[in-house]
């Protein structure tokens, strides 16, 4: 808790969402910890957050969000990131391991946490799969693991060489850590800037087939049935890829995987304009594709939305459509997003499953309880349904602008977040 935070913060007339159902409820927080949960909770000199017409959960936890320190301060650091990620209701992310240098050894491991001490959010840090994420030899896992670094991708690329995905498999297995892998072939998809398709071929853009993603799903559900290894898949953006990952789930494989608010909301048609506001990694796809992405949110088969905030200067995205670097800003959206693009202004529940308990559940966070009880850690997220607003891309905590939704309406918007018993965003204001 911030010095001067105040000890007792009392959350008074919203509808508390957890595992258990929906109802309506007051929760009070004190000492760091959820200390009552019901009708007319006593105020006790406690600070009173107005919580009418809003949705009351577990604080929201994102497995793929892009701090960019150390190397990059230009475009995000970790202090601005978790104001971002406190804006949007995430009290825990994930910071990815694609820095300069990349985190693959113990001194920055320990830097990022250092950071991360003072943060507006739990920063859990990542590590890389391979030294340097370059695919050649494995990084020190278990050395890593010790910190308690609990996932590991060379995300931004791809292990491309099965003999070393499966040591790297076989290796985490006793550390008891998540290997998480960005699904992408060089070889397929060497070139292509979006998805491979009518709207790449209209304009004379290079692009990466459905299936440069597809064959690395597909060698490693293999290699998770062979070494009995947990995999997870990141942004899986293909219908393809989902079926394949609920062919493997229902054969009882230990697979898990995740998918971006942009790849249910966008299709690659949204590039016409060459605005690079729309270049990610995966591209945009198709609707098809858009809508396998949705179904699978929505029967199961995908287990987490995760944002893959992925900050970039200004001056790098002002480059050419096929020169400048892919990634969008998601941190403040993703919950809107979330809710309008699977029409769940009525489901509370399963929002905050996508949002915060099932992805807690992928690292075996403590927010997988998804209990709001007595005892259960005041890590909180609270969100009016009904706000209407529009992204203003200016006002955004962010050091970087990139963001598609710039001038777009969305509705649901995070009222409060309570970080450790610490009130960080009060009125959509964040406290320090």
């Known amino acids: 808790m911030a010095e001067g935070g105040p000890s007792r913060v009392l959350l008074r007339g919203g509808a508390v969402v957890d595992r258990g159902g929906v ?18 909770v006593p105020i006790d000199g406690a600070a009173v957050l107005d919580c009418g017409g809003c949705w009351v959960g577990p604080g929201l936890v994102d497995l793929h969000t892009h701090l960019r320190q150390p190397g990059r301060e230009e475009a995000e650091t970790v202090e601005t990131g978790s104001r971002a990620a406190a804006l949007g209701g995430f009290t825990t ?27 507006l959010c739990t920063v859990e840090v990542s590590g890389a799969i391979t030294v340097d994420r370059a695919g050649e030899r494995l990084a020190p896992m278990a050395e890593l693991a010790r910190l308690g670094v609990r996932l590991f991708t060379d995300d931004g690329t791809g292990v491309q060489d099965g003999r070393l995905m499966r040591r790297a498999l076989e290796y985490a297995l006793p550390l008891g850590v998540v290997l998480a892998q960005h699904c992408e ?23 990466q087939p459905a299936e440069a993603e597809e064959l690395m799903v597909m060698r490693d559900v293999t290699l998770a049935r062979l070494t009995g290894a947990r995999v997870h898949f990141q942004h899986l953006s293909t219908a393809g890829s989902v079926d394949l990952v609920r062919l493997a789930k229902r054969s009882g494989l230990a ?5 971006t608010p942009h790849h249910l909301t966008l299709t690659d048609e949204a590039c016409q304009g060459y605005d690079t ?4 990694n995966p591209p ?17 088969t995908i287990d987490a939305v995760a944002t893959d905030h992925a900050p970039h200067d200004q001056e790098a995205k002002e480059r050419p459509f096929d020169q400048a670097p892919p990634g969008m800003l998601g941190l403040e959206t993703a919950m809107a997003l979330t809710l309008g693009g699977l029409g769940l202004g009525d489901d509370p529940q399963r929002l905050f499953a996508l949002l915060s308990w099932q992805p807690a559940s992928v690292l075996g966070l403590p927010a997988a309880a998804g209990v709001m009880a ?21 006002r955004l905590a962010s050091r970087s602008r990139n ?29 320090r």
């Open 403 to 431: 963001t598609p939704y710039a001038g777009m309406e969305l509705q649901g918007r995070v009222r409060h977040t309570v970080h450790c018993g610490e009130p960080v965003v009060i009125d959509q204001e964040a406290q």
């Open 93 to 119: 992310v994930v910071a990815m391991p694609n820095t300069t240098p990349a985190i693959d050894s113990a001194a920055v491991v320990r830097e990022v946490m250092a950071l991360g001490a003072t943060a």
């Open 255 to 259: 697979v898990t995987c995740e998918a």
């Open 23 to 40: 109802r309506r409820a007051d929760v009070l927080v004190d000492s760091g910890v959820v200390a009552a949960v019901g009708d007319d």
């Open 374 to 394: 007595p005892g259960a850690p005041a890590d909180l997220c609270v969100i009016d349904p009904g706000e209407r607003w529009v992204v203003d891309a200016g």
């Open 277 to 280: 506001a729309f270049r990610v």
């Open 284 to 300: 945009l796809r198709p609707a098809a594709d858009r809508d396998a992405v949705r179904a699978g949110l929505l029967d199961g």
């Open 185 to 207: 072939d060089d070889a397929l998809a060497a070139g292509g800037v979006m998805h491979e398709g009518a709207w790449s071929s209209r304009m004379g853009v290079p692009g």
